[in-house]
């Protein structure tokens, strides 16, 4: 149809030229960019992705910048903790000079005071930025949540958002002097002394500076009933000649129990000269001295099934008494006593003569002197310084028990895991052992002290196969260090030595460790910093495979356009002649 109103061809070519116009701008943008996704318009949600990512990216940059300047204190620490690990080796050879006869101390002394001072010196120049992991002011260095240092090392992100991870590591690994003590060259102050009286003695250090704990524990051991007499004789028996006693054993001790008491066992026993000549034969019916009268004495009761004994009394050195005879109870009548009682003596019986009862002591009761005393934080391990015991009474099988800092603050209602009164401590102990022992009494008998006791309602038992006792007691931390490196001084105390240089060799050793853990921190941190700048990199692959342009696909696109604009161009040309064709024929 032709019209000389409408030139639809024009407008059909016009159009055409447009669109083409359009993409030919789109296209030379993308050219001029280098994105093929440069606002949200372009493409919303690649846009939204790679805005996104771009933004992570500058966070990584700045992550970076902290893991650079974390390493920089780790080196910063390492390069300390190298310099007193080399001094104290300096240290150690200056003590075992001292050693050398004819050395003057004081020169000695005087060479380590100036590689204390050093030391000092290292530790407090140990500094980044203010930061000084070397000399530290941790209110209790042992406190994980106090101790810590968080070094930023990663970017995460989650669908909760961005978040930064980091790595953990203790100033108590590494610092060398604490404000309040602690460090490792300062003297460890999470002592438990006596444990609240369960062992008798503090710790102490040996020689090879090492510190460790008494080897007895505290323990009670009853003693069986038994008496002494001085021998005098010779004896000589004739064929009439005999000695015979009663003796009673095991008897109870009205002073320790309420009735009703047992009375013992009573035994008669004779000893005439048959039976001498049977045990000392050829010396016609003669006991010349003490050692063939125990011989003797212990051959008859034994005969006898008496229940006793003779025997004699060590010296200490390897030797005996003169002329001293024991005689006691074996504890083997049955009964719960421990007791023994000679009575209706006659004959010469060379100094053994009639004897009031000789009870036995019962040792299932004892005292614990209390002083307060603290469970302490124990670095990583949550639960703090664990403490191991084993109980028992009158030899019968011992129970292990164990306590920590959590168990303690958990059973008291605290947070500090102190046991600060003897009342307290009943509690703590009655907790430990009170379900395996029902029949044994805990309580405090005054500020300081606590009993503890078997019921003497249940147990009648005396002797010696009473007793009652904590053994195999062990603290996780033990043993601790108790010298302070500043405080070494060869010419004050001398005689220590030995332990100076133990002592020397046991730090040494920390400060090697603690190289050792700064050396790892920083090896981590470094690979940490290498992932990081890799994923920043892989993170600008990401964004650009989402929004770059494909220079070659847009160039060619470009040149199809251009070709197509001027074929557009020819066409509207076309279609405008049409219509002045026939607008020729009116003139």
């Given at each position: 149809?032709?019209?000389?109103?409408?030139?639809?061809s024009?407008?059909?070519?016009l159009?055409t030229?447009?669109?083409?116009?359009s993409?030919?701008?789109?296209?030379?943008?993308?050219?001029?960019?280098?994105?093929?996704?440069?606002?949200?318009?372009?493409?919303?949600?690649?846009?939204?992705?790679?805005t996104?990512?771009?933004?992570?990216?500058?966070?990584?940059?700045?992550?970076t910048?902290?893991i650079n300047?974390?390493?920089?204190?780790?080196d910063?620490?390492?390069n300390?903790?190298?310099?007193?690990s080399?001094?104290?080796?300096?240290?150690?050879?200056?003590?075992?000079?001292?050693?050398?006869?004819?050395?003057d101390?004081?020169?000695?002394?005087?060479?380590?005071?100036?590689?204390?001072?050093?030391?000092v010196?290292?530790?407090?120049?140990?500094?980044f930025?203010?930061?000084?992991?070397?000399?530290?002011d941790v209110?209790?260095?042992?406190?994980?949540?106090?101790?810590?240092?968080?070094?930023?090392?990663?970017?995460h992100?989650?669908?909760?958002?961005?978040s930064?991870?980091t790595?953990?590591?203790?100033?108590?690994?590494?610092?060398?002097?604490?404000k309040?003590?602690?460090?490792?060259?300062?003297?460890?102050?999470?002592?438990?002394?006596?444990?609240?009286?369960?062992r008798?003695h503090?710790?102490?250090m040996?020689?090879?500076?090492?510190?460790?704990?008494?080897?007895?524990?505290a323990?009670?051991?009853?003693?069986n009933?038994?008496?002494?007499?001085?021998?005098?004789?010779?004896?000589?028996?004739?064929?009439?000649d005999k000695?015979?006693?009663?003796?009673?054993?095991?008897?109870d001790n009205?002073?320790?129990?309420?009735?009703?008491?047992?009375?013992?066992?009573?035994?008669?026993?004779?000893?005439?000269?048959a039976?001498?000549d049977?045990?000392?034969?050829?010396?016609?019916?003669?006991?010349?001295?003490?050692?063939?009268?125990?011989?003797?004495?212990?051959?008859?009761?034994?005969?006898?099934?008496?229940?006793a004994?003779?025997?004699?009394?060590?010296d200490?050195?390897?030797?005996?008494?003169?002329?001293h005879?024991?005689?006691g109870?074996?504890?083997?009548?049955?009964?719960?006593?421990?007791s023994?009682?000679?009575?209706?003596?006659?004959?010469?019986a060379?100094?053994l003569?009639?004897?009031?009862?000789?009870y036995?002591?019962p040792?299932?009761?004892?005292?614990?002197f209390f002083?307060?005393?603290?469970?302490?934080?124990d670095?990583?391990?949550?639960?703090?310084?664990?403490?191991?015991?084993?109980?028992?009474?009158?030899?019968?099988?011992?129970?292990?028990?164990?306590?920590?800092r959590?168990?303690?603050?958990?059973?008291?209602?605290?947070?500090?895991?102190?046991?600060?009164?003897a009342?307290?401590?009943?509690?703590?102990l009655h907790?430990?052992v009170?379900?395996?022992?029902?029949?044994?009494?805990?309580?405090?008998?005054?500020?300081?002290?606590?009993?503890?006791?078997?019921d003497?309602?249940?147990?009648?038992?005396a002797?010696?196969?009473?007793?009652?006792?904590?053994?195999?007691?062990?603290?996780?931390?033990?043993?601790?260090?108790?010298?302070?490196?500043?405080?070494?001084?060869?010419?004050?105390?001398?005689?220590?030595?030995?332990?100076?240089?133990?002592?020397?060799?046991?730090?040494?050793?920390?400060?090697?460790?603690?190289?050792?853990v700064l050396?790892?921190?920083?090896k981590?941190?470094?690979?940490?910093?290498?992932?990081?700048?890799t994923l920043?990199?892989?993170?600008?692959?990401?964004v650009?495979?989402l929004?770059?342009?494909?220079?070659?696909e847009?160039?060619?696109?470009?040149?199809?356009?251009?070709?197509?604009?001027?074929?557009?161009?020819?066409s509207?040309?076309?279609a405008?002649?049409?219509?002045?064709?026939?607008?020729q024929?009116?003139?």
């Open positions: 149809m032709t019209s000389l109103l409408t030139n639809t024009a407008m059909a070519a159009q030229l447009r669109g083409i116009a993409r030919s701008a789109e296209a030379q943008q993308q050219i001029s960019s280098g994105m093929r996704v440069e606002t949200a318009a372009d493409n919303a949600a690649y846009w939204s992705i790679a996104t990512m771009r933004s992570d990216n500058k966070a990584m940059t700045a992550v910048d902290v300047l974390g390493s920089a204190q780790i910063t620490a390492y300390g903790i190298t310099a007193v080399d001094i104290l080796s300096e240290f150690k050879s200056r003590l075992i000079a001292a050693k050398e006869p004819g050395v101390p004081a020169k000695i002394q005087k060479e380590l005071s100036q590689l204390q001072q050093q030391v010196s290292v530790a407090n120049a140990a500094s930025s203010g930061i000084n992991w070397l000399k530290t209110a209790d260095i042992n406190d994980n949540d106090l101790n810590r240092v968080s070094l930023v090392n990663a970017l992100r989650s669908e909760n958002g961005l930064l991870g790595t953990d590591f203790h100033l108590s690994e590494v610092s060398l002097f604490n309040d003590g602690g460090g490792i060259l300062q003297a460890d102050t999470r002592k438990l002394k006596t444990i609240g009286g369960v008798v503090d710790t102490f040996d020689n090879n500076g090492v510190v460790r704990m008494y080897p007895d524990n323990v009670n051991g009853g003693e009933g038994r008496f002494g007499f001085t021998f005098t004789g010779p004896l000589t028996f004739g064929a009439s000695i015979e006693f009663d003796v009673t054993v095991d008897a009205p002073a320790d129990l309420d009735p009703p008491y047992h009375p013992g066992k009573t035994t008669h026993v004779t000893i005439d000269r039976f001498v049977t045990w000392l034969p050829g010396q016609n019916g003669v006991i010349s001295d003490y050692k063939q009268y125990a011989s003797v004495l212990y051959r008859a009761l034994s005969a006898a099934n008496a229940g004994y003779a025997n004699l009394t060590s200490g050195r390897g030797g005996t008494v003169p002329n005879v024991n005689v109870t074996s504890e083997s009548s049955g009964l719960n006593g421990s023994i009682e000679i009575t209706n003596l006659t004959g010469s060379g100094g003569s009639n004897r009031a009862t000789d036995g002591s040792a299932s009761q004892m005292v614990l002083e307060p005393f603290k469970v302490y934080p670095g990583d391990n949550k639960d703090g310084v664990r403490i191991d015991f084993d109980f028992s009474v009158n030899g019968a099988p011992a129970t292990h028990h164990s306590f920590d959590t168990y303690v603050n958990a059973l008291l209602g605290k947070d500090t895991g102190e046991i600060q009164t009342d307290e401590m009943v509690t703590l907790a430990l009170g379900s395996s022992w029902p029949n044994v009494i805990i309580e405090a008998t005054s500020p300081g002290t606590i009993s503890v006791r078997s003497k309602d249940v147990d009648r038992l002797g010696s196969r009473t007793g009652i006792g904590f053994t195999g007691i062990g603290v996780s931390i033990e043993p601790l260090a108790e010298q302070n490196f500043l405080d070494i001084d060869i010419v004050a105390n001398p005689e220590w030595l030995d332990r100076y240089i133990g002592y020397i060799e046991v730090v040494s050793a920390e400060v090697i460790d603690a190289g050792a050396g790892a921190l920083d981590r941190m470094v690979m940490q910093r290498d992932f990081t700048q920043m990199s892989n993170l600008d692959k990401g650009g495979r929004v770059d342009a494909e220079m070659n847009a160039s060619t696109r470009v040149k199809a356009l251009q070709t197509q604009q001027q074929l557009a161009i020819q509207l040309q076309i405008n002649s049409n219509s002045q064709n026939i607008l024929l009116f003139q």
